[in-house]
């Protein structure tokens, strides 16, 4: 189950960084929830295919570049603890920029069921109920 989750959460991210959301939604639960942590977004949450088309577009909106790096991949079993990085240049001011991000999949029958991000791999860690 571990190699599978990771093999979905990439295909995830490629799909993501490619803003493709056909194959982004073979990925998900119809129910799928997506909290993501970056600035202009806290407190808001992306429900389903209809919600993850509504953050692709502010995506676009708001970075002219953007992508997420997956860098550690940690089995939890129905979960997975991915360490990440985020990279983008904003829309308009064309600013780089770089940041540390964690992302906690949950999984429901081979598929993601529900996405938390965090800016701060410790926080995610904990989170995830796991120690630094």
Known sequence: MAQENVEIVKRSIDALNRRDLDAYAELITSDYELLPAMTGFTGVSFRGREGMERYFQELGDTWEEFQVVGEEFRDLGERML?????????????????AVHAVIFDFRDSKISRIQSFLDHAEASRAAGLSE
């Open 82 to 98: 991915v360490l990440t990085r985020l990279e983008g240049r904003g829309k308009g001011s064309g600013v780089p920029v770089a």
